[in-house]
């Protein structure tokens, strides 16, 4: 297992970035290695946030002096979802199948958490988010189906989408994590817009599903002082509670979003106008 660790920033910093040490700190390009567990934790809200690729060999969880704790989960909570073959999470020796779009959540405490693919030819690809817990929450296998959907956007602003709440209250219990994946229909490129940001939460953004040309200007910032970086297919981009959540893309895409913070009201947002952007 290896770990990249990402250190909080105040927005006043930020205002004298280059574009380069923006991605430096912000963004996660390889996500996805084949045959590794790749994980960076962000001392934003302390979430985990990476990949998992397993071929012929299984990839575990680790704890250890990173995280404090013999095991990853003894103080943590999990979120799962497999964007890539059919393949397993293993947790505490019961066996979850997890086919290409399911999701999973595991709660604080559970020893051992691994992950196999059922092909090593077209393996697995397990994206985990983890955020610290205070309590303890069954495991539960979340379909595409049992996920709770919410259709925003109209095809007039270009951001027809169909948000699937996995861990969600709707869904499951967990202790502060909130994770799901969106859908743009085609010919909407926006995924949120006017955007809006959220002081008592951070975010992942993990973009998916894009070929090879594709491209994502993800939107950074506060409303006044906007940044944007550009993101190419599977890969990651931390976003602090202060700047704004929004982003448009030169093809089609999805997208995994991951929050964590003071509380789990998905419509606890502060809305802007685009008059409030500079």
């Not at 700190?25 to 946030?49: C, K, P």
């Not at 996995?166 to 859908?183: F, I, R």
């Not at 229909?185 to 998916?208: A, C, I």
Request: charged fraction near 20%; proline fraction near 6%; charge should be negative.
């Amino acid at each position: 297992m290896k770990l990249d660790i990402r250190y909080s920033h105040h927005p006043e910093d930020m205002k004298k970035y280059d574009t380069e040490t923006l991605r430096r700190h912000f963004l996660v390009e390889q996500v996805f290695v084949t045959g590794e567990l790749r994980l960076t934790y962000t001392h934003v809200d302390r979430v985990v946030f990476g990949g998992a690729v397993p071929t012929s060999q299984t990839l575990s969880l680790e704890g250890g002096k990173e995280f404090g704790t013999p095991n990853f989960l003894d103080r943590r909570e999990l979120g799962v979802v497999n964007l890539g073959g059919s393949g397993r999470v293993i947790v505490d020796g019961e066996t979850l199948a997890l086919a290409n779009g399911e999701g999973l959540y595991v709660g604080m405490g559970k020893t051992t958490v691994a992950f196999e693919s059922d092909d090593a030819a077209a393996p697995a690809k397990f994206y985990l988010v983890s955020s610290p817990a205070h309590a303890t929450y069954p495991t539960v296998h979340i379909s595409r189906e049992k996920a709770n959907p919410r259709k925003l956007g109209s095809p007039e602003t270009c951001n027809v989408r169909t948000i699937y709440q996995y861990v969600h209250p709707a869904v499951c219990k967990s202790c502060q994590l909130v994770m799901g994946v969106t859908v743009l229909e085609p010919g909407s490129v926006w995924n949120t817009f006017p955007p809006h940001t959220h002081e008592r939460r951070m975010e992942v953004y993990l973009y998916f599903g894009m070929a090879p040309e594709t491209r994502v200007f993800h939107l950074h910032g506060q409303p006044q002082e906007t940044r944007h970086i550009v993101m190419a297919n599977e890969q990651a981009v931390i976003s602090p509670s202060w700047s704004i959540h929004s982003g448009v893309a030169s093809g089609p895409y999805s997208f995994i979003w991951a929050m964590a913070g003071e509380n789990q009201t998905f419509d606890d947002m502060d809305g802007l106008g685009p008059n409030d952007l500079k």
